[in-house]
């Protein structure tokens, strides 16, 4: 069909050709998160993959720009991504960004919603990825955004309005942005105001001038993203709209799933219409898993307003928003401490009790969280990667095998892998060049960083392939252990240094993971369930299969004794 579609009245939603199949069950998937700009070109390597370049003074501002990722880059490092045992990529928005505003580099702020962006590509670039992708048995979500466009008009004067709560209604409409270069304004190219032409009216925005505060939930529906502005997906013409053009999407590339952005900055009934046309939509062209996750900072009962639902808010004809999953921030507000020593693992215990009270199968509720534990988009400053100021790279390995080995649809940030440290108080500095370029990872310029041998890589890559091969690691329900020095005194670890243990069960099968979160080695029992093992039979490692370790008994209780060295793990089966 091209990338000229000027209205989604154009468009041809059937499809030719057959579609490439959903996964049975989202938890079978390991997700690999990348920026576009920031991942890969296709010009072929710079200096060879080093961290231990001496570390140089980059201008901040070059790190706001664009610094030549691609889509046809993403292509040539599917291996790469595979080979660390991912079988998901998640593709930061490659919907045109105004051409003009060079911070645009993250793709959050759309300006034509039916066109690739032409400094990451061509439509027949990511047509091309996703097929590359499929041939290896892997699938791909594209980041999209129903919220807002870009800063693709002005209000009058082009003066910034703030939120007014008091306001009797709408600011005026000032007029379309156009493209500096664009000395033809008796009409609107294509690098001005917005396109599809249906999103090309003042009606079709709220027009209630920038948040002011974050916290007030009339202003976070209904104000400016910052200079992005608000769509009004109450109206069924914009809704219709925002439908139609990711069903194009869908059926243009055959992608796997969205991931929507700000969810929590939406109307709950716009949401969930457009969740279940979009799954309506590929339920009917055969994928009949079409993942839909979503973008929603809050605690756990927050969070399950927004999933696992198909109802309607009582005493209102409001219905619960259609999300498959969310973001899981619970977990990842409290998990890099805990990883660390820094925090009592009590708060990551107390973390689960919400499946427990919130999901009648708490064994069920990992089908509902996307779980992380670095990413592009922090609520904390200054912002920062797992391992800025840490030199203990096998503690990113520790997070990661926590991912992996508990409840959840893991999800990896490009660069975790190679142990990107960046940290800032601006947002670019954990928005690195795995490639190179002007803005690489530690502070270098010109160094590619995809090396499969970096221990990073390695360790996360074992693990993955120890979570394909047991269903309890994907499907179980999951139980913190206790600990005990005597094997007969057990306790829950009562500080942060210590022995993290965890079960997974599915049906008979138990897998234990005990992580040494302390510096020093250490030596404990650790509890196992009682009516699934007897006294003598033997637990082997699946790390490292020719180290065994036999089941011992105290009382009634079952138990394994573990020697760990520091910063160490086991996984017993």
């Known amino acids: ?83 660390l045992g991912a079988n998901a990529i998640w593709l930061s928005p490659v919907f045109r960004n105004r051409q003009e505003i060079d911070e645009s580099y993250h793709g959050y702020g759309i300006q034509d919603f039916l066109k690739v962006d032409e400094r990451f590509g061509k439509l027949e670039d990511l047509q091309e990825l996703v097929k590359e992708a499929h041939s290896r048995d892997m699938y791909v979500i594209l980041d999209i955004i129903i919220n807002h466009t870009g800063d693709n008009w002005e209000y009058p004067e082009d003066d910034p309005y703030y939120y007014w709560k008091n306001a009797p209604g709408p600011f005026d409409f000032g007029a379309w942005r156009t493209f500096p270069t664009d000395n033809d304004h008796n009409s609107i190219g294509e690098n001005d105001a917005v396109w599809p032409q249906e999103l090309q009216s003042p009606e079709c925005y709220k027009r209630r001038g920038q948040i002011t505060d974050w916290n007030d939930p009339e202003q976070a529906v209904n104000g400016d993203f910052f200079t992005l502005k608000e769509l009004d997906v109450s109206r069924p013409d914009v809704l219709d709209t925002l439908i139609k053009i990711y069903k194009y999407w869908i059926k243009e590339t055959d992608i796997d799933g969205f991931r929507i952005d700000t969810v929590k900055h939406l109307e709950s009934s716009s949401t969930a219409i457009f969740c279940n046309a979009i ?21 756990d009962t ?46 990551l215990r107390n973390r689960y009790e919400a499946f427990r009270n919130l999901y009648t199968d708490h064994g ?59 940290g800032g108080e601006d947002d670019a ?51 913190f252990r206790q600990i005990s020095e005597n094997g007969t005194d057990f306790f829950y670890p009562l500080s942060g240094k210590n022995t993290l243990a965890y079960s997974r069960i599915l049906d008979t099968s138990e897998v234990l993971v005990a992580m040494n979160l302390d510096p020093e080695p250490g030596e404990d029992c650790i509890i196992i369930d009682s009516s699934l093992h007897s006294k003598g039979q033997k637990m082997t490692n699946l790390l490292c299969p020719e180290q065994q370790f036999i089941i011992e008994q105290s009382g009634e209780a079952m138990f394994v004794k573990v020697d760990l060295d520091a910063h160490s793990m086991v996984i017993l089966k």
């Open 364 to 422: 069920e509720a990992g089908r509902y969280f996307v779980t992380f534990v670095d990413n592009h988009d922090q609520m904390i400053r200054p912002y920062r990667r797992f391992m800025h100021g840490n030199n203990i790279h096998q503690q990113a390995v520790l997070a990661m095998t926590y991912l992996l080995t508990s409840q959840g649809i893991p999800c990896i940030y490009y660069g975790t892998e190679q142990g990107f440290d960046g």
């Open 279 to 299: 799954k309506e939509y590929a339920k009917s062209i055969g994928k009949h898993n079409f993942f839909i996750f979503g973008e929603i900072v809050g605690d």
């Open 429 to 479: 500095y954990i928005r690195e060049c795995m490639f190179g370029g002007e803005w690489g990872a530690f502070r270098t310029q010109g160094y590619h960083f995809f090396n499969p041998e970096n221990p990073i890589y390695c360790g996360i890559s074992e693990v993955a392939k120890i979570r394909m091969s047991e269903p309890a690691l994907r499907y179980g329900r999951q139980y």
């Open 302 to 347: 927050t969070i399950q307003k927004y999933i696992g639902r198909n109802s309607r808010i009582p005493g209102t004809n409001e219905r619960f928003p259609s999300l498959d999953a969310a973001l899981d921030f619970p977990l990842y507000f409290v998990l890099e401490e805990v990883i660390k020593g820094f925090s009592n693992p009590e708060v």
């Open 1 to 83: 069909m091209g990338e000229n579609i000027r209205s989604v009245k154009d468009i041809n939603f059937d499809i030719q050709n057959g579609v490439f199949p959903s996964p049975s069950d989202w938890r079978d998937v390991f997700i690999y998160f990348l920026l576009v700009d920031r991942f890969d070109n296709n010009v072929g390597d710079t200096e060879p993959y080093s961290n231990s370049s001496e570390p140089q003074v980059l201008d901040i501002s070059q790190g706001k720009k664009f610094q030549g990722g691609n889509i046809k880059g993403i292509t040539r490092r599917l291996d790469y991504i595979k080979g």
